[in-house]
């Protein structure tokens, strides 16, 4: 039977029979937005982040849920309710991205509904979240030798406890595990299990070792991930329109990461002074080396002057460091790399950015990040913005519409071989960066 989203949205069909009693509790209170016995169960963080084991539903979840979508009938009074609700939870460290059995966080939720407020709300959340590990990130706390020690002794502890067997054949042996009896009990048991999300953590170490296919349309690994798509190409072409105003010949540009070449075979076609590239992957380097290759030995002889356009082979983390110093300067610099999280960007902004652009000059980037459901690209594009900000930069967002005839179903149209779709949205922020002032 197929339910209607109503009723699967209704408090029976979130808040299961298996469900502890401490968690069920604070869920039914906070579904009912009764302030006064959510204030009074939540003594600790872990009340407040509690989920039901078999619908991953939490207080936020449920809180927000319980509102429904907009109507004639809303009460002024339980919806006011409901915001102190969520504000109570959230200051009680609810998470503001936790998933449910259907790959929802709470915002996601209040999105769906059309409860703009409360997904504003959980938005906030998420950029002081985002902000505070920003800065943790950055901190490092100071040791005594003795408290070394001990960390060394109960890494080896851990390294004993985690203690692999190996098979003859050198496989690790298979973990003997219990088999369930009651399949609800269990899962009750271990506690919810999010969606299996068929994304692989690809790091930069691990991207530049694997190999890479070029083929319709589109550039991947040999996991399948998308590096770069065709798809991409009108986002492209607005960056280079938004870069270059007027494009006009004789700037000096810089990009990071080539990827398939598109935005570069749009810059090259401006007729630039200078034209650097930074690419590290050694498949891409051999893509680029290949004789149809428009950015081959024969490109950087056509340059104005000798090394005006050349290909960097490394990483940019290293290449750059030597174009600063060497006292390169650019007129507009994009940056559009796979495998690196966001604290990449980040550092590349505000350590490099400043001595590598032109006082007059435009920085931009590919703004893919979080771009796999709205509220994550709402709180990514103002936590980028205020570290923007942060590295003396300005930033205008130009919204673009994304067609997504070819984009909205797994595996299918653009999506097809690719392992998981990295685009669900149908508005893009291209960023223009200069300095403040």
């Known amino acids: 039977m197929i339910l209607l989203d109503s009723e699967r ?10 469900c502890p009693p401490e968690i069920q509790k604070v869920l039914t209170a906070a579904w009912a937005h009764d302030v006064a016995t959510v204030k009074k169960l939540l003594d600790t963080p ?50 503001w ?79 003997l595990i219990d088999v369930p009896t009651n399949g609800a009990a269990e899962e009750a048991t271990q506690g919810f299990k999010p969606p299996q999300d068929d994304a692989v953590d690809v790091n930069s170490e691990a991207y530049l070792r694997s190999k890479l296919t070029y083929s319709d349309g589109k550039l991947v690994d040999d996991e399948g991930n998308g590096v770069m798509m065709a798809w ?62 428009k950015f081959g030995p024969s490109w950087e002889a056509s340059a104005p002057e000798p090394g005006a356009y050349k290909i960097h082979q490394g990483k940019w983390q290293e290449v750059c460091v030597k174009l600063l110093q060497e006292g390169n300067v650019y007129d507009a610099i994009y940056f ?4 690196e999280d966001y604290s990449q960007l980040r550092m590349f902004f505000t350590e490099l950015i400043p001595g590598l652009l032109d006082s007059n000059g435009i920085f931009g980037f590919f703004n893919g990040l979080g771009a796999d459901r709205m509220i994550c690209y709402d709180v990514y594009t103002k936590v980028s913005e205020l570290h923007l900000a942060d590295a003396g930069l ?4 130009k919204v673009i519409d994304v067609d997504m005839s070819r984009l909205a179903e797994e595996g299918q149209g653009e999506w ?21 002032g």
Request: hydrophobic residues 35%; glycine residues 8%; proline residues 5%.
């Open 232 to 293: 991409e190409t009108d986002i492209m072409r607005q960056s280079v329109d938004a870069l270059l105003p007027g494009k006009e010949p004789g700037k000096r540009i810089l990009n990071i990461g080539f990827g398939m070449g598109i935005i570069d075979t749009m810059f090259a076609e401006t007729k630039p002074a200078k034209h650097h590239i930074v690419e590290a992957h050694p498949g891409v380097l051999e893509h680029i080396s290949s004789p149809e290759s």
């Open 336 to 339: 559009d790399t796979f495998g």
């Open 46 to 95: 872990e009340a407040a982040r509690g989920q039901d084991p078999l619908t991953g539903e939490t207080p936020l979840h449920a809180a927000i849920r319980s509102c429904g979508p907009p109507s004639e009938d809303d009460d002024e009074a339980d919806l006011a309710a409901a915001r102190e609700t969520v504000q109570e939870l959230l200051l009680w460290g609810a998470i």
């Open 416 to 436: 097809e071989g690719v392992r998981r779709r990295y685009w669900t949205l149908n508005k893009y922020r291209l960023p223009i960066c200069t300095f403040l």
């Open 394 to 397: 300005d930033v205008e967002w």
């Open 97 to 175: 991205n936790d998933v449910d059995d259907r790959n929802e966080t709470p915002g996601c939720v209040a999105q769906r509904l059309g409860r703009t407020e409360l997904y504003n709300l959980c938005v906030d959340a998420g950029i002081r979240a985002e902000m505070l590990f920003g800065i943790l990130e950055g901190y490092e706390e100071l040791e005594s030798d003795d408290e070394e020690e001990e960390e060394e002794d109960a890494h080896q502890e851990a390294e004993e406890s985690e203690m692999v067997i190996v098979g003859e054949d050198g496989e690790e042996a298979p973990e």
């Open 9 to 18: 949205d209704a408090i029976s069909a979130r808040i299961s029979e298996a």
